[in-house]
């Protein structure tokens, strides 16, 4: 009996021929892509084993896996004995689909992509928009796509939220599929200062495929509480309250603005403007 395999170029199988009273194996080696056989259970060239009624022959072979899909096809052949007719043949086509599963995630903060400190500014108080976009980067479908957000506090689990699906399953299959692109939102308050969050993608591939894949993205904002304060001085000092200090007519008067940044975020364009005010002396 004779098996034939059609095989894909440089690749090793390893047959077994097994039969009640026979067991052979060997390596065979596919060099340009041709058919190879296998005898089965042959005791020697001379005396070959049968495939009685009722009984089983089993193959074995193997291959290191490939990405993407694998057909391959085996054709059983033997012949019976003289004089019974012609050698007989059946064949078998069998698939598998070298897989490799994968996720990505980028996280936005108010639409904008701020891997890095400090990020976007934001109004304390203000609202904070967390965008999520899921995308598969392998070549099997995703289940059970979620988004895991630590909340600023990667010390603290306890405070993770998930963030909510907001859309791009086109055809609703429950599965991320390779064309797809899924997003994700949360939202936040503002509060003082750098914030940095940390988003994570999770999903889980065919089964057979591999454990789930995970990928993650961080996003920074800073919440600005800008402010400015300015000290006037007349001649060195602060009068914010009339009279203030004497000085002889004609005499030259020096004012000097103090200006400091009392909030938590820089500055641009500081000027100082000067009010020019006149009291009428009284009788005049």
Same mark, same amino acid.
């Given at each position: 009996?004779?098996?034939? &395999?059609?095989?894909?170029?440089?690749?090793?199988?390893?047959?077994?021929?097994?039969? &009640?009273?026979?067991? *052979?194996?060997?390596?065979?080696?596919?060099?340009?892509? &041709?058919?190879?056989?296998?005898?089965?259970?042959?005791? +020697?060239?001379?005396?070959?084993?049968?495939?009685?009624?009722?009984?089983?022959?089993?193959?074995?072979?193997?291959?290191?896996?490939?990405?993407?899909?694998?057909?391959?096809?085996?054709?059983?052949?033997?012949?019976?004995?003289?004089?019974?007719?012609?050698?007989? +043949?059946?064949?078998?086509?069998?698939?598998?689909?070298?897989?490799?599963?994968?996720?990505?995630?980028?996280?936005?903060?108010?639409?904008?992509?701020?891997?890095?400190?400090?990020?976007?500014?934001?109004?304390?108080?203000?609202?904070?928009?967390?965008?999520?976009?899921?995308?598969? %980067?392998?070549?099997?479908?995703?289940?059970?796509?979620?988004?895991?957000?630590?909340?600023?506090?990667?010390?603290?689990?306890?405070?993770?939220?998930?963030?909510?699906?907001?859309?791009?399953?086109?055809?609703?299959?429950?599965?991320?599929?390779? +064309?797809?692109?899924?997003?994700?939102?949360?939202?936040?308050?503002?509060?003082?200062?750098?914030?940095?969050?940390?988003?994570?993608?999770?999903?889980?591939?065919?089964?057979?495929?591999?454990?789930?894949?995970?990928?993650?993205?961080?996003?920074?904002?800073?919440?600005?509480?800008?402010?400015?304060?300015?000290?006037?001085?007349?001649?060195?000092?602060?009068?914010?309250?009339?009279?203030?200090?004497?000085?002889?007519?004609?005499?030259?008067? %020096?004012?000097?603005?103090?200006?400091?940044?009392?909030?938590?975020?820089?500055?641009?364009?500081?000027?100082?403007?000067?009010?020019? &005010?006149?009291? *009428?002396?009284?009788?005049?």
């Amino acid at each position: 009996m004779i098996i034939t &395999r059609s095989e894909q170029a440089g690749e090793n199988y390893e047959h077994t021929g097994l039969d &009640r009273a026979d067991h *052979r194996s060997s390596w065979h080696h596919c060099p340009s892509g &041709r058919n190879i056989h296998f005898w089965a259970g042959l005791a +020697s060239l001379w005396n070959w084993r049968l495939l009685e009624p009722g009984e089983t022959f089993t193959f074995t072979a193997s291959r290191i896996a490939t990405a993407g899909q694998y057909i391959n096809v085996a054709t059983a052949a033997g012949a019976p004995p003289p004089d019974d007719g012609l050698p007989v +043949s059946a064949t078998g086509t069998d698939n598998h689909f070298g897989s490799i599963p994968a996720i990505n995630v980028v996280k936005l903060t108010n639409g904008t992509d701020n891997n890095t400190g400090p990020g976007a500014f934001v109004p304390v108080g203000s609202t904070v928009t967390f965008t999520y976009v899921v995308t598969n %980067t392998g070549n099997v479908p995703l289940s059970g796509v979620a988004v895991l957000d630590n909340n600023g506090s990667p010390a603290n689990a306890a405070d993770d939220f998930n963030a909510s699906f907001a859309g791009g399953d086109t055809n609703a299959n429950g599965l991320l599929d390779l +064309s797809e692109t899924w997003t994700f939102a949360a939202s936040r308050i503002a509060t003082p200062g750098q914030y940095t969050n940390i988003g994570t993608a999770t999903g889980t591939p065919p089964p057979g495929s591999g454990a789930p894949v995970t990928d993650s993205d961080p996003d920074n904002h800073f919440g600005s509480i800008p402010a400015i304060n300015v000290v006037k001085l007349t001649n060195g000092t602060d009068n914010n309250a009339a009279p203030g200090p004497f000085l002889p007519i004609g005499s030259t008067v %020096t004012f000097n603005y103090v200006v400091t940044n009392p909030g938590n975020v820089p500055l641009s364009g500081v000027t100082g403007r000067r009010q020019q &005010r006149h009291t *009428r002396q009284p009788g005049r």
